[in-house]
């Protein structure tokens, strides 16, 4: 069935009762355990997250989710993972679990029999992991390699340098894309081969924390590379799901920031009025808010399609791309009808706005994702 | 309602299938029109009428309606399956739009039974066709403001004042009408009644009104001291707001109960690939340029967002942070999409842009022209986008009045 035929047919959604009872947990857990104040809190704090809470959901069993069994996890899909991440943006929390969930993934596609068991378990169980696949050039095309791995006396000597690589500081492992033989590859680095090789990146989303990996001269054993048969569609499946998951941030961002607002609109006076009686902020708002229902809407398309062939790719690209406008709409206009408090960093408005933008940088924006429906598509 | 029978329901919907296939006209010699506010000529007319009927007596319209009254008494998926395929066929739109869609739901839900009786079998056989008088000349979007009066009369009713943009007003026998009866009342809304009138009465006179295409549809309704029983009081006096309300929950969709059929046909998104394709912009395919792609891919994506968000609306868990959001949110983003749809479809024709219906160098015979134009109807209609947005920033988002 070719692209277009989807298009004509009735677009799918559904939510599974794992779903729906992941999204309510999620939002009890994600409001009080990221509270703004604590979220400012952990921007002062080097490693950016609370390590209680990090093993508190792992204790959850959330890291396993997408892990089958017989790895140690509970064997549901990354449909499952949105309602947990959108909840994540709407508190503005911040751990390694969407890094760590994408390198298990990762792993569970394109891994070896024996990587998998050895990792698996340990990332299903709240041991960290991470993705370096951005590189200096900023190209959003994962197979567009710059960092080499080439084979010297048994080893596997790598070079270049990776950047974005998210809490690669508290990762046990990093899962890093190199080109060996002129192919796209993917190698397992763990911590130890790390050390002195890891520069904190100044990034604009405070609450996030992003390191650049220096991997010049860095030896490793052969049985740390992934089949190299797998690998690019391994990395097409990482921009799908780090995609995904994406969106469901930013949906949950959108959500949160437009509540953000309403509040100030609903208190805040000026010439005697409360400021959200003014149609210019009132009508405003509802334009944020349709944006954001639609872009929720395909969202939970995306999850619950995710993996179809065609139809889920599509999906994905869709909820990424509107996630993102709906998200940095949202969160512009929040500054702007916050007015002068609106321009200080006590505002949690910028929060929102500067996580915006860090979301539509990785794994590309809006224009980015419409060109990729465009190609499916005409 | 009750379950039904799975098996039953898969053999009604391929009968259905087979009868639109047969029975759709196809060499139809004049222009029909896309929506019920598009009717402006007795041919149309009385085409659009035998049409309905004809759909109504094969069991394909109110099938979910009760049988005592003159519907199908099936389940609402009977019906729901019949009207995908009339949308899907791109059958000629059923004509009594607003006996289908607001009337008709609003006898069964809270009328009486002698009311009941009385028409609901002729709104869906199109026998008895019926407007609404909401909208005065002086209040638009303000219905709370309606200034028609009704004064009671021994066991009538006398009206006077003006409805304007009533769909249909020149064929109309009957109208859902907003009067004023108290204009004492403590407050504006309570001074108002909702009547089910008669239209084909002296007193009342319909003058058609000619909308911005240059074609008809709707009338500016006069009433002179125009007499009608008492008894087309529906429920009581000083109701007339609240079943106005209701009414319009019917008509933006944010309550059910619709007797199905389309009653617009809307270029579906991917019919404008097809003209993307056709196009020429620059001497090329308009869908070569990556700009056009752009744009497209956004309002495709826009389109998909509206069928999610109905559907997303039907999934509680998914639609309980705000409620009522994507009910009364669907008429605002769907006018307002559709109309931008369409000027896009505009922009894709170069130079042929300037034709209008009717001249042979018009792309798909002005259709696109005619639809932007039209599309007006929608974000202006029903309470404009703009007051739309005063109730969603009120209603669903708390913001304070304006």
Same mark, same amino acid.
């Given at each position: 069935?070719?692209?277009?035929?989807?298009?004509?047919?009735?677009?799918?959604?559904?939510?599974?009762?794992?779903?729906?009872?992941?999204?309510?947990?999620?939002?009890?857990?994600?409001?009080?355990?990221?509270?703004?104040?604590?979220?400012?809190?952990?921007?002062?704090?080097?490693?950016?997250?609370?390590?209680?809470?990090?093993?508190?959901?792992? !204790?959850?069993?959330?890291?396993?989710?997408?892990?089958?069994?017989? =790895?140690?996890?509970?064997?549901?899909?990354?449909?499952?993972?949105?309602?947990?991440?959108?909840?994540?943006?709407?508190?503005?929390?911040?751990?390694?679990?969407?890094?760590?969930?994408?390198?298990?993934?990762?792993?569970?596609?394109?891994?070896?029999?024996?990587?998998?068991?050895?990792?698996?378990?340990?990332?299903?169980?709240?041991?960290?992991?991470?993705?370096?696949?951005?590189?200096?050039?900023?190209?959003?095309?994962?197979?567009?390699?710059?960092?080499?791995?080439?084979?010297?006396?048994?080893?596997?000597?790598?070079?270049?340098?990776?950047?974005?690589?998210?809490?690669?500081?508290?990762?046990?492992?990093?899962?890093?894309?190199?080109?060996?033989?002129?192919?796209?590859?993917?190698?397992?680095?763990?911590?130890?081969?790390?050390?002195?090789?890891?520069?904190?990146?100044?990034?604009?989303?405070?609450?996030?924390?992003?390191?650049?990996?220096?991997?010049?001269?860095?030896?490793?054993?052969?049985?740390?590379?992934?089949?190299?048969?797998?690998?690019?569609?391994?990395?097409?499946?990482?921009?799908?799901?780090?995609?995904?998951?994406?969106?469901?941030?930013?949906?949950?961002?959108?959500?949160?920031?437009?509540?953000?607002?309403?509040?100030?609109?609903?208190?805040?006076?000026?010439?005697?009025?409360?400021?959200?009686?003014?149609?210019?902020?009132?009508?405003?708002?509802?334009?944020?808010?349709?944006?954001?229902?639609?872009?929720?809407?395909?969202?939970?398309?995306?999850?619950?399609?995710?993996?179809?062939?065609?139809?889920?790719?599509?999906?994905?690209?869709?909820?990424?791309?509107?996630?993102?406008?709906?998200?940095?709409?949202?969160?512009?206009?929040?500054?702007?009808?916050?007015?002068?408090?609106?321009?200080?960093?006590?505002?949690?408005?910028?929060?929102?706005?500067?996580?915006?933008?860090?979301?539509?940088?990785?794994?590309?924006?809006?224009?980015?994702?419409?060109?990729?429906?465009?190609?499916?598509?005409? | 309602?009750?379950?039904?029978?799975?098996?039953?329901?898969?053999?009604?919907?391929?009968?259905?299938?087979?009868?639109?296939?047969?029975?759709?006209?196809?060499?139809?010699?004049?222009?029909?029109?896309?929506?019920?506010? !598009?009717?402006?000529?007795?041919?149309?007319?009385?085409?659009?009428?035998?049409?309905?009927?004809?759909?109504?007596?094969?069991?394909?319209?109110?099938?979910?309606?009760?049988?005592?009254?003159?519907?199908?008494?099936?389940?609402?998926?009977?019906?729901?399956?019949?009207?995908?395929?009339?949308?899907?066929?791109?059958?000629?739109?059923?004509?009594?739009?607003?006996?289908?869609?607001?009337?008709?739901?609003?006898?069964?839900?809270?009328?009486?039974?002698?009311?009941?009786?009385?028409?609901?079998?002729?709104?869906?056989?199109?026998?008895?066709?019926?407007?609404?008088?909401?909208?005065?000349?002086?209040?638009?979007?303000?219905?709370?403001?309606?200034?028609?009066?009704?004064?009671?009369?021994?066991?009538?009713?006398?009206?006077?004042?003006?409805?304007?943009?009533?769909?249909?007003?020149?064929?109309?026998?009957?109208?859902?009408?907003?009067?004023?009866?108290?204009?004492?009342?403590?407050?504006?809304?309570?001074?108002?009644?909702?009547?089910?009138?008669?239209?084909?009465?002296?007193?009342?006179?319909?003058?058609?009104?000619?909308?911005?295409?240059?074609?008809?549809?709707?009338?500016?309704?006069?009433?002179?001291?125009?007499?009608?029983?008492?008894?087309?009081?529906?429920?009581?006096?000083?109701?007339?707001?609240?079943?106005?309300?209701?009414?319009?929950?019917?008509?933006?969709?944010?309550?059910?109960?619709?007797?199905?059929?389309?009653?617009?046909?809307?270029?579906?998104?991917?019919?404008?690939?097809?003209?993307?394709?056709?196009?020429?912009?620059?001497?090329?395919?308009?869908?070569?340029?990556?700009?056009?792609?752009?744009?497209?891919?956004?309002?495709?994506?826009?389109?998909?967002?509206?069928?999610?968000?109905?559907?997303?609306?039907?999934?509680?868990?998914?639609?309980?942070?705000?409620?009522?959001?994507?009910?009364?949110?669907?008429?605002?983003?769907?006018?307002?999409? =559709?109309?931008?749809?369409?000027?896009?479809?505009?922009?894709?024709?170069?130079?042929?842009?300037? =034709? =209008?219906?009717?001249?042979?160098?018009?792309?798909?015979?002005?259709?696109?022209?005619?639809?932007?134009?039209?599309?007006?109807?929608?974000?202006?209609?029903?309470?404009?986008?703009?007051?739309?947005?005063?109730?969603?920033?009120?209603?669903?988002?708390?913001?304070?009045?304006?």
């Amino acid at each position: 069935m070719s692209a277009l035929d989807n298009a004509r047919m009735a677009p799918r959604i559904g939510l599974s009762e794992e779903q729906a009872q992941l999204l309510d947990i999620a939002e009890s857990f994600c409001r009080d355990k990221s509270p703004v104040d604590k979220v400012r809190a952990l921007i002062e704090e080097e490693g950016g997250f609370d390590d209680a809470v990090w093993r508190e959901i792992a !204790e959850l069993g959330w890291l396993g989710i997408g892990v089958p069994e017989n =790895y140690g996890g509970i064997g549901l899909g990354m449909g499952e993972l949105v309602p947990l991440v959108e909840h994540m943006g709407r508190s503005l929390m911040n751990t390694p679990f969407v890094p760590t969930v994408l390198a298990a993934q990762a792993l569970l596609r394109g891994g070896s029999e024996a990587q998998k068991e050895e990792f698996l378990p340990k990332l299903a169980a709240g041991s960290a992991a991470s993705l370096a696949v951005c590189e200096d050039h900023a190209d959003w095309n994962l197979e567009n390699l710059t960092a080499a791995a080439t084979r010297r006396n048994g080893k596997l000597v790598l070079s270049g340098k990776k950047y974005l690589v998210l809490h690669a500081a508290a990762s046990d492992i990093v899962l890093a894309s190199v080109a060996l033989d002129g192919q796209a590859a993917l190698i397992i680095i763990p911590a130890d081969a790390l050390e002195g090789r890891m520069t904190r990146e100044k990034i604009i989303d405070d609450t996030q924390r992003a390191y650049a990996l220096d991997l010049d001269g860095m030896a490793l054993d052969e049985d740390h590379l992934l089949p190299m048969e797998m690998a690019a569609d391994t990395l097409a499946h990482i921009e799908q799901m780090a995609s995904l998951l994406l969106a469901a941030d930013m949906c949950g961002g959108a959500f949160a920031c437009i509540d953000y607002t309403l509040d100030y609109l609903k208190t805040r006076k000026q010439f005697g009025k409360l400021i959200g009686s003014y149609q210019s902020l009132k009508h405003t708002m509802v334009d944020a808010h349709q944006l954001y229902e639609k872009a929720r809407s395909h969202l939970y398309s995306a999850a619950h399609v995710f993996g179809e062939q065609g139809e889920g790719e599509m999906a994905v690209h869709m909820a990424k791309a509107e996630a993102g406008e709906a998200f940095s709409f949202a969160a512009d206009r929040a500054i702007q009808f916050h007015g002068g408090f609106g321009f200080t960093y006590d505002c949690d408005a910028q929060l929102y706005r500067r996580r915006a933008i860090m979301g539509c940088a990785l794994h590309g924006d809006t224009r980015y994702h419409r060109r990729k429906i465009a190609e499916l598509m005409f | 309602m009750a379950d039904f029978d799975q098996q039953e329901l898969t053999e009604f919907t391929e009968a259905a299938a087979a009868w639109f296939k047969e029975n759709t006209p196809h060499d139809v010699d004049f222009m029909l029109p896309l929506t019920f506010m !598009e009717v402006g000529t007795d041919q149309q007319f009385n085409f659009l009428r035998d049409w309905q009927n004809k759909v109504y007596e094969a069991g394909y319209l109110g099938a979910h309606w009760p049988k005592e009254y003159g519907g199908g008494g099936r389940h609402r998926a009977f019906q729901d399956a019949a009207t995908k395929i009339m949308a899907q066929e791109r059958t000629p739109i059923m004509l009594n739009a607003i006996g289908l869609n607001w009337t008709g739901p609003l006898l069964i839900d809270r009328g009486s039974e002698d009311e009941k009786q009385k028409y609901i079998k002729g709104i869906l056989s199109a026998e008895t066709i019926w407007c609404q008088g909401f909208s005065e000349p002086e209040h638009g979007s303000d219905l709370g403001n309606a200034q028609t009066r009704a004064v009671k009369d021994g066991d009538e009713y006398i009206i006077n004042g003006s409805k304007i943009w009533t769909t249909q007003g020149n064929y109309a026998d009957y109208m859902i009408l907003l009067a004023r009866t108290n204009p004492d009342a403590e407050n504006k809304y309570k001074g108002l009644s909702f009547f089910l009138a008669p239209m084909k009465n002296s007193g009342v006179e319909t003058v058609p009104i000619k909308k911005l295409t240059g074609e008809y549809g709707f009338t500016q309704t006069f009433f002179t001291d125009a007499r009608i029983p008492a008894n087309c009081l529906m429920g009581n006096e000083g109701e007339g707001w609240l079943i106005a309300m209701q009414t319009l929950e019917y008509e933006r969709g944010a309550r059910s109960g619709q007797a199905g059929g389309h009653v617009m046909m809307m270029a579906d998104p991917t019919d404008i690939l097809g003209l993307a394709r056709e196009a020429k912009l620059n001497g090329r395919p308009a869908i070569e340029d990556p700009a056009v792609q752009e744009e497209l891919v956004a309002l495709m994506t826009e389109a998909r967002a509206l069928g999610l968000n109905s559907r997303r609306d039907k999934i509680q868990p998914l639609a309980q942070d705000r409620p009522m959001s994507l009910a009364l949110g669907s008429k605002l983003s769907s006018t307002d999409f =559709y109309q931008r749809l369409n000027a896009f479809a505009i922009s894709l024709q170069g130079t042929r842009a300037a =034709y =209008y219906v009717g001249d042979d160098s018009a792309h798909d015979n002005g259709i696109w022209q005619r639809g932007y134009l039209n599309s007006f109807s929608a974000t202006i209609g029903g309470g404009t986008s703009q007051i739309q947005r005063n109730i969603i920033g009120e209603h669903v988002l708390g913001l304070p009045k304006s």
